[in-house]
């Protein structure tokens, strides 16, 4: 019987489950070609087809545009043609305003993109046949049609090159007004009514190489219910739009990426808090990166929360790192502005730890991985706390049971560890937490919007970590030792696993001081240790020059507008074959040995490493993927990193998967 994954994001007919692309599913539109023809119209009957809360903007501005798109990954290379109509608005919701374009309707001639285009992000495609755009005695053309009736001409003549004054206008223009919205209408089955009626914004990023403008004419073809039954209402009220004064039309050249990792498409609808009856206040202890990051999230969440930390200066921080970490969380849709800003009252700081707690339901430390420190940290919690708090521990090298004897209450004591800029949450009981305790810290994960992972024992980097441990130690590995650049490495990874960055990109978003310092305090491993003392010192040199990544603006890459963000990096990389059979048996073999060890399901395992990185694939249907026998070989081959030890129990626990199916045979 086929069950859904609550987590995982289908298409109709859902139960066929999620296509694995062979190729990656990036979002680049490698070869655009756009008509753009703009004019201003009657306000009020623009505004007439605009839901609540879109207000026409200030001026009545309506934008027609048709793009011949080549060459999209995501198509495996195919194409398609589209006349999409626009209107210039201002969304001025209960929690955030935006300026930008509300799209009235769009045309395609294929249907793969109007499903998914309808269904992912409400963007109110329809069918249309649209011929190629033809260019005659330099005038600019096309159309659409639907059942052989016309339904709209755009043309554009007397094309010259813009000026860079005009240039410069157009993109000051833009800035702020980047922001493309639509309607997600989903009807009730079996009655009147919505099941989803909510408005959405889809972000975009357009690469122009070439642009022209000159004169623009656009005709609409009024239409009879006889002549197009599903769509004369739609081109009548647009045919209705006068045209009170045209624009300068624009033809370009150029790509379009619709996957931006920092800017998802997401919901401008309200979101409603969902806390738990047995969480109302949460004490972080601790004011650095984590600390600032779960308390931002659970204050955004509804969550009253004060953080605790000795330190007057870090805690001067925390209004800053929530703004900056905010702007993330809005970018990529988990909250709105209204949202984070409405948070702000729902936090508080606190130097004295026994008022910091007092009162608290829930305590997460989040200090520095000296298990000393937090040995004496959770003992004297243990002692200021609530009697009916949870105390836990969001420590990434320690386990539960290092820090756990130092409390009373060890029922109530358990590891609630987050991965910075991912929902996954793991959560690890220690040798006396209650089953009671571990329901609570799942159902607050969930009311959080993240994925909680419980692991069935305890595990130093839990299970994330440790495969992307493997990964980063062997992209280093092949990097420091000359077996290939980080271009074709990063390629490498975002080529054959979907991915929009690869390791080095990831290490530049952790920040590679916190990479140097876990190399540094990194526990032994034979295979390794030869080359912990190069990599360190490579790492250190990144360090010490201020080049921390993302938050610095330099690391392995320069920000913003990283190389592996370019349309052509993947291909321009050279040959990626040794890093990817090197990583890829790296991620394969580490996930087998998290299994063999009993530390989660293969199923657990595969979801923890595609929510932690937002992929597609986990390693175990890699595994399935390139066949047993595939990674056998790579096992016995150069690409295999691992100790003798490990590649043993691998093999074991091929084995033993073997004679297992062939038992149920």
Known sequence: MFEFDPRAKYLMPAHFGVPEMPKPPSGWYRDVTTMNVQYLTDRERLQALLPHPFKVAEEALVTVTYAQSRDIDWLAGRGYNLISVNAAVVFEGDQEQLEGSFTLVVWENLADPILSGRELTGI??????????????????????????????????????????????????????????????????????????????????????????????????????????????????????????????????????????????????????????????????????????????????????????LSKESLAQVTDKHREMGAYLVATGYCSAKELEASAARVSLEQDLQNAVAGADLISESIVEDLEIKREVHSELDKLSPANAILTTNTSGFLVSDIEDIVQRGDCFAALHSHYGSPLIDIVRGPRTSDSTIDVLERYVLSLKCVPLILHKENRGYVYNGLMGAVLTVALILLVEGIASKEQ?????????????????????????????????????????????????????????????????????????????????????????????????????????????????????????????????????????????????????????????????????????????????
Request: contains cysteine; hydrophobic residues 40%; negative net charge.
């Open 124 to 309: 109110p495609k329809i069918f249309a046949d649209i011929d190629d755009h033809t260019v005659t005695d330099e005038e600019w053309r096309c159309g659409a049609s639907h059942f052989g009736s016309a339904i709209v001409d755009l043309s554009i003549r007397n094309l010259t090159v813009p000026t860079a004054e005009q240039v410069a206008a157009a993109q000051a223009e833009q800035e702020s007004k980047d922001n493309p919205m639509a309607w997600r209408y989903i009807p009730a089955v079996g009655g009147f009514g919505a099941a989803i009626s909510e408005p959405t914004i889809y972000p975009s990023k357009n690469v122009i190489t070439d642009a022209q403008i000159g004169e623009g004419r656009i005709e609409w073809h009024r239409l009879t219910w006889e002549q197009n039954p599903t769509q004369f209402h739609i081109v009548n009220k647009l045919a209705d739009l006068p045209v009170l004064e045209y624009r300068p039309a624009i033809v370009t050249k150029g790509s379009t990426n619709l996957f931006l990792p920092e800017r998802w498409p997401r919901s401008l609808a309200p979101r409603a808090a969902r806390t738990i009856e047995e969480i109302q206040k949460i004490c972080y202890v601790g004011a650095g990166t984590m600390g600032c990051a779960n308390s931002l999230v659970a204050a955004i969440s509804g969550y009253d929360v004060v953080i605790y930390d």
């Open 489 to 665: 490495i990063d390629a490498a990874w975002m080529k054959h696993r979907r991915a929009d960055r690869g390791p080095f990109g990831l290490m530049d978003l952790f920040g590679l001081n916190v990479v140097y310092d876990g190399w540094k305090h990194r526990e032994s491993d034979p295979g390794e240790d030869i080359l912990q003392p190069k990599i360190a010192a490579f790492l250190e040199s990144y360090v010490n020059r201020g080049e921390f990544g993302l938050k610095s603006g330099k690391g392995f890459y320069s920000y913003p507008n990283p190389e592996y963000e370019q349309s052509d990096f993947v291909d321009s990389a050279g040959e990626t074959t040794i890093p990817n059979l090197a990583m890829t048996t790296a991620l394969i073999s580490h996930a087998i040995l998290l299994a063999s060890r009993n530390i989660a399901s293969t199923g657990e395992i595969d979801r923890a490493w595609m929510v932690g990185l937002n992929l597609d694939t986990g390693p175990f249907v890699i595994l399935e993927e390139i066949g047993v026998d595939a990674f056998r070989q790579l096992l016995h081959s150069d690409a295999n990193m691992l100790s003798p030890s490990d590649t043993k129990n691998i093999e074991e626990y091929l084995e033993q998967k073997e004679a297992e199916e062939a038992a149920l045979a």
